[in-house]
């Protein structure tokens, strides 16, 4: 309570002890103790000193906010599919590591896994990666690595694989347990090598390919749906021999004909629409040509699961960094929000989000 006095000066008056000696010339030879005096204080000063020594310890108290960064954990869906989803992990120096540590069942990740969505590696599995000058991303697990189901081996190498080779100074993986080089996978063998990349697929099909040997690979986007959040998953399809020579085609052929029936994905693009020009690459830049099928009929603009499809489906290609769509009779390609399509368009910053657990 706010008192209307000021502090009173305080005089200290010495005294003196007798008898027993303590009343001697001796004692009264003693230094004598000062006067104290206290200056006179306003009490609105003290309490504004109060105050501020509060809120100095307050703002002391409060912790830092935490810097996070954005990355993506390939994780395996309710389908058995390899698909990314994109968390906030915070930010660090080690980020192969981290991601890797995030890949563990029951691990940091566990209170962030979407519903419908579950974590590759098993519970109680450690993990460590230094990074080669080559680009190779040499991972070391600890025995828990082998616990995992024989029917998600693939899932498991394409998850560590493309998890870490988000990052442009990864180009390959090779795996280790407790130290010793692992040629092929644990539980069914399936083959690593000297290292595994993105080359090698991901949710991987056959597709309309007979000669395996004569036949390479290209990989596109689909959607897929867990209640209500649509979600893109990538799959890599064989292509045959003679389209090597311009893998883009192949790929936007492959997008336009859509996802296998038996795989429970849903198609990106209208039907009707279709490829009225080889696709080509110049200089980094994709050129794509579409009958006027890939515009909706209400705006005549092109739809941002399509545009996302084929500018993920594009730039998976080694020397795709940009991609410029273009459809027949329309001068400029319009966006769903009636912004014409940047010219040319480069590959979103995120495949996914991950949409919230719950």
């Known amino acids: 309570m706010k008192m209307p006095w000021k502090a009173a ?3 200290a008056v010495p005294f003196v002890l007798q008898g027993c000696g303590f009343g001697s010339d001796e004692a009264g030879n003693m230094d004598e103790p000062p006067e104290e005096v206290t200056e006179d204080i306003a009490w609105e000063d003290f309490e504004e000193a109060a105050q501020q020594e509060e809120s100095s310890s307050s703002a002391e108290e409060e912790p830092a906010e935490e810097e996070t960064v954005e990355r993506e954990l390939y994780l395996i869906d309710e389908n058995g599919m390899v698909a990314p989803q994109t968390f906030s992990l915070p930010k660090t120096e080690g980020v192969l590591k981290q991601s890797l540590e995030h890949l563990v069942t029951g691990g940091p990740i566990s209170q962030m896994v979407p519903n419908g969505f579950q974590a590759v590696l098993p519970p109680g599995t450690e993990v460590d990666v230094r990074l080669e000058e080559n680009g190779t991303a040499v991972t070391d697990f600890s025995p828990e690595f082998r616990d995992y189901q024989p029917e998600q081996e693939q899932a498991v190498l394409q998850a560590v ?16 347990i407790n130290g010793y080089k692992q040629d092929t996978m644990p539980v ?26 004569n036949s390479s690979s290209v990989t596109v986007y689909f959607l897929s749906q867990i209640g209500e959040n649509s979600y893109y998953v990538p799959v890599t399809r064989r292509i045959s021999g003679k389209d090597e020579d311009n893998k883009l085609d192949a790929a936007m052929t492959e997008l336009v004909r859509g996802p296998s029936p038996e795989s429970g ?9 279709s490829l009225v020009e080889p696709s080509q690459v110049k200089q980094g830049t994709a050129s794509i040509f579409f009958n006027e099928g890939l515009l909706s009929g209400q705006n005549g603009s092109v739809s941002e699961e399509a545009l996302h499809a084929a500018l993920l489906t594009a730039t998976e290609l080694e020397d795709v960094e940009n991609v410029e769509l273009n459809v027949e009779g329309a001068e400029e390609v319009l966006r769903v929000n009636g912004d014409t399509l940047e010219d040319p368009a480069a590959r979103p910053a995120l495949v996914n989000d991950a949409p919230s657990k719950g």
């Open 9 to 11: 000066a305080v005089l």
């Open 161 to 176: 694989t493309w998890t870490l080779t988000q990052f442009d100074n990864v180009e390959d993986v090779s795996f280790q």
């Open 188 to 213: 069914n063998g399936t083959p690593i090598g000297d290292s595994y990349s993105r080359a090698q697929g991901i949710n991987l099909e056959n597709g309309r390919v007979s000669d395996m040997t």
């Open 265 to 273: 994905l849903h198609d990106v693009l209208r039907e009707g629409t």
